[in-house]
């Protein structure tokens, strides 16, 4: 499973988001997680010229989206179809930016922009990093409690991630990486279940 | 100073100065403007990896040496169509194909590389009987899956039709040496007993080389020799048709051929040239006329038969010649046959050199001397009008020494059929099982590599069909140790390295990969091999568009490279990037339709896409290609179970346990289809027996909790779904078996609160 500096973030039940600092370290389960949104579409609510969405994709620490109008400052990624979802991993660093260091962060999911509903809210606190928020338990369609019922994943169309306020109230945020995990397919088609022992991983594709 | 010219570029291209050999020889096609000197100038531009130079200077020609020069440097530049125009001329269909055996190899692969399958085969078979020691040209038989058994091409006939080659050529040599007897044994140049009768030595490269002397019509098949003679010792294919061994024969030819001029007839045999010189002339004739009868006829007939038979393939070129004369059209021979003969002389070569491995007679020596020269030598003419001139000297010499010598050819004859034999036998074990590996019976292959020496079995090539072989038989740690051992025996060979970069991959082994991939990259750069094994290194650490990238530099190297491709779309999938998977597993089968890793590949993916009819048909055609693999069957089976034909798909199942007990997964997908079939019973019979196989793996208990919950067993299925938990699966599978386990105590929880 991922290694996620969730720990201090999340309380078993809530799904209410903790407090998140942010770790420097990306540390995903590259095994069990891959990133999905390298074909989806994203676009945000306003943007600096210059510091434009492309800052977000772009595997560059240093490059920064920054907005350019009003709160909430919006984020949306939209796939090509149903994807499940299960971590979305955001970059940001209060030394350096400070004001402009997102504080509150809410996560809504649905099928399009008049169907979304919020499924987490964290707050950041001073960050420096890599901040993990796991989308587990949060899908709106669960209906038991968490506890007894947790769900890996989030099964969606589109994710917005809503930065409702900053560091230090300021106005505009600077958001330097985004990326979103799931679940690897199984390599062999239509299974059920993914082969875990040698014996069977070695039978099981041929190359 | 056109002998000279020639001498000295022999002599650079031997030793590999290929800008001293081009410089010398565009003076000499400056000075002696003819069609001999441009096919020496298109070799040395060969030899130099200049096929363009050589094919613009080629470009018309029509001697038959010139359109194989023309046609090689046309393959090199990849313009495959001229190629084969040139070997082939439209307006001519009946002409012979230049260099015999050699041409036709090359004309296959054309055929092969332009999809006209069966005329490909076509080609190479007649490569096979013109040269049965042609072990290129089997190969790709077996490659392209038509090749007979080995039995029927490396037979006892085509010892014969070898003997007949390799005795037309010595029988002329035979003459010559039999002038000095100690040729044979002293002369290594081989050359020199050639030279020594004369001028025309060029050809008797070619007869030191086979000094059994059988008398055949063979300096007119002088093509079938060299041809015939196994490229076998030579690396690739290719690199017999360039006739890489061409320069050191040229040399000492040419030396041996200025020796000559100089006025002493000698070669180190001691040959008095004054005489021949005259006699040369006709003695070549007389060679030309006849060709054959050796070793029971008189040497003097013998001579005469063999010097017609030479004097037919090289009276154009010599006969005319005595003395200075013959000094200049020696050369011109001499060039020609340099530039020619590449694949004759090398068969001959090789033959010569088989037999020197064999050891067989000190004739082998000089066989490999004589067959360095052949190399070099134009194929039929040269040779022939060599051993002609060599015979004729050798009649002009003297009967009496012929006599003499004929006791010794005799010996030699039989010495060289029997390094015939061997040399058959060799490329008889080693065929039969290639053909056998290729056809993907691995067990019969990897018998009869078993049969082979010592010697011959710890090679690296011999080593890496092994592996491939246990590779097939998804004995992955056998493939490991054998590839293991290639690479220690000969750590520069590329070939097979890709495959063993996949056993890595499937065993998981990160370092070793890494360390095969950088070891592979040292070695060659520009190796599609190398970048296989890097791409998989990066595909074993998930990074599938590195890996991608990775694979697809290996296609730019080398498209004609099928591997990559698979590779290719291998990652594609990996990326449910499906349109281009598909384009890269067509071109890989665009390449070699026997690739069944790409009809698998194709059948997986349509398997994702759901298109089921598609899936089945591609792993039928994949199992048509190898119908041992139980992995095929066990898809096939899913493929017909996704068509709800069950019937069909548990028979496939079934067929798959049975053709590999090791395999676990046909058992675990008959019990999937029995569960779908609601025949609870025996699917869980069949995980039963499955836990035995593989007691740690996930699915199987996942599975078993599943049909125990649908026969509302709870206790069993929360048991079993408990076990497949404790075996940490991925996230997805603990999220669905959590969530099974939920429902299984919700109606107990709801009827509990009640």
């Known amino acids: 499973m991922a290694t996620e500096s969730e720990g201090e973030e999340e309380t078993a039940a809530a799904g209410v988001g903790g407090k998140l600092t942010g770790s420097p370290q990306l540390a995903v389960d590259g095994g069990d997680l891959r990133e999905m949104a390298k074909k989806a579409a994203w676009s945000v609510s306003s943007c600096k010229p210059g510091n434009g969405v492309v800052a977000l994709r772009d595997d560059n620490l240093d490059t920064y989206w920054q907005s350019d109008g009003a709160q909430p400052h919006l984020v949306n990624i939209q796939f090509q179809r149903k994807l499940k979802l299960q971590l979305v991993v955001l970059y940001v660093d209060f030394k350096l930016d400070e004001s402009y260091t997102p504080s509150k962060i809410s996560v809504r999911a649905g ?32 209906v038991f409690s968490p506890s007894a019922y947790s769900e890996t994943f989030i099964h969606t ?16 945020t600077h958001v330097r990486q985004i990326k979103i995990f799931g679940p690897r397919p199984n390599p062999v088609p239509r299974q059920p279940f993914h082969f875990t022992s040698r014996e069977f991983i070695t039978y099981s594709t041929l190359r | ?76 530049m990849n313009l495959l169509s001229e190629a084969e125009s040139a070997l082939c001329p439209p307006n001519e269909p009946n002409s012979e194909v230049p260099n015999g055996a050699a041409g036709h190899y090359l004309l296959g692969l054309i055929y092969s590389y332009t999809g006209r399958r069966l005329a490909a085969v076509d080609h190479f078979m007649q490569a096979l009987v013109v040269d049965p020691l042609f072990w290129a040209a089997y190969e790709e038989l077996c490659i392209l899956g038509s090749a007979e058994e080995a039995n029927e091409c490396f037979n006892d006939a085509a010892a014969i039709r070898v003997q007949q080659q390799y005795s037309a050529e010595s029988s002329l040599q035979k003459l010559n040496l039999a002038n000095d007897n100690g040729v044979l044994p002293s002369n290594l140049g081989d050359t020199s007993p050639r030279k020594s009768k004369q001028l025309y030595c060029n050809n008797t490269r070619d007869i030191p080389a086979h000094p059994y002397g059988m008398a055949t019509s063979a300096l007119q098949q002088g093509n079938s020799m060299p041809s015939s003679v196994a490229q076998y010792d030579t690396p690739s294919p290719t690199v017999t048709q360039l006739s890489g061994v061409v320069p050191p024969p040229l040399c000492r030819n040419a030396q ?72 200049n059209h020696s050369s011109a021979r001499f060039l020609g046959g340099y530039s020619t003969s590449s694949s004759s002389k090398m068969s001959s070569a090789a033959q010569r050199s088989v037999t020197v491995r064999k050891g067989q007679t000190l004739s082998t020596e000089n066989f490999d001397e004589g067959r360095r020269h052949e190399v070099f030598d134009d194929l039929l003419r040269l040779d022939n009008t060599a051993t002609t001139s060599s015979a004729a000297s050798n009649v002009a010499d003297g009967r009496w020494p012929a006599q003499d010598r004929s006791g010794g050819i005799l010996a030699q004859d039989s010495r060289l059929m029997d390094g015939i034999r061997d040399l058959l036998g060799l490329l008889r074990t080693l065929g039969e099982a290639f053909r056998l590996s290729c056809l993907y019976r691995c067990q ?70 890494s360390y095969l991939a950088q070891e592979l990259i040292s070695v060659d750069r520009l190796s599609p091999q190398a970048w296989c094994a890097v791409g998989n290194c990066y595909a074993l650490q998930k990074d599938h568009e590195t890996a991608l990238k990775t694979f697809q530099r290996a296609v730019h190297l080398d498209p004609r490279f099928a591997y990559a491709h698979t590779l290719c779309g291998h990652e594609y999938v990996a990326l449910e990037d499906f349109e281009n998977g598909i384009k890269s597993y067509q071109s890989a089968l665009q390449v070699d339709e026997r690739h069944y890793n790409s009809w698998y590949g194709l059948g997986v993916l349509y398997l994702r896409q759901e298109k089921f009819e598609f899936a089945e048909h591609h792993f039928r055609r994949a199992l048509h290609i190898n119908p041992r693999s139980s992995v095929l069957m066990c898809y096939l089976g899913m493929a017909l179970h996704a068509l709800k034909r069950n019937g069909d798909a548990l028979e496939m199942m079934v067929q798959a346990i049975s053709a590999d007990r090791k395999n676990p997964l046909p058992m675990y997908q008959k019990a999937q289809i029995l569960l779908s079939l609601e025949r609870y019973e025996e699917a869980l019979e069949e995980l039963e027996h ?23 067993i709870h206790d069993k299925a929360m048991f079993y779904f408990g076990l497949a938990l404790d075996l940490k699966p991925p996230a997805a599978d603990v999220a669905m078996i959590k969530s099974a386990m939920e429902k299984l105590y919700l109606p107990d929880e709801l009827e509990g609160d009640l």
């Open chain 1, 111 to 142: 099928d399009s922009f008049h169907n979304l509903k919020e499924i987490k809210t964290v707050e950041l606190v001073k960050p420096v990093g890599w901040v993990h928020i796991s989308l587990s338990g949060t899908d709106p369609r669960c």
């Open chain 1, 157 to 172: 169309f589109m994710l917005q991630l809503a930065i409702l306020s900053n560091h230090l109230n300021g106005r505009d």
């Open chain 2, 1 to 76: 100073m056109e002998t000279l010219m020639v001498d000295r570029i022999h002599s650079s291209l031997r030793l590999f100065m290929h800008r001293n050999a081009i410089f010398l020889c565009e003076r000499l096609c400056a000075e002696f403007p003819s069609e001999l000197n441009l096919q020496l100038l298109a070799t040395c531009y060969l030899h130099n990896n200049q096929a363009y130079c050589a094919y613009h200077i080629l470009k018309g020609t029509k001697l038959p040496q010139s359109r194989y020069l023309f046609a090689v440097s046309c393959f090199q």
């Open chain 2, 256 to 327: 041996i051929y200025l020796n000559a001029m100089g006025g002493e007839v000698t070669t180190r045999l001691n040959v008095n040239a004054a005489n021949q010189v005259p006699r040369r002339k006709y003695v070549d004739e007389a060679k030309l006329r006849k060709v054959s009868g050796r070793l029971f006829s008189d040497s003097g007939p013998r001579r005469s038969t063999r010097l017609s038979g030479e004097a037919t393939a090289n009276t154009n070129l010599n006969v005319s010649q005595v003395g200075g004369n013959g000094v």
């Open chain 2, 444 to 513: 019969d292959a990897l018998q009869v590599y078993s049969k082979l020496s010592e010697k011959q079995f710890n090679t690296g090539w011999v080593l890496s069909q092994v592996g491939k072989a246990h590779f097939e038989l998804v004995d992955h740690f056998e493939s490991d140790r054998y590839f293991e051992l290639a690479r220690r025996l000969s750590p520069y060979t590329l070939e097979g390295m890709d495959i063993y970069s996949t056993v890595l991959y499937h065993l998981k082994e990160e370092m070793k990969l």
């Open chain 2, 690 to 712: 499955l836990i035995a196989f593989a007691p740690r793996e996930s699915s199987v208990y996942a599975l078993m909790g599943n049909i125990y919950k649908q026969l509302n």
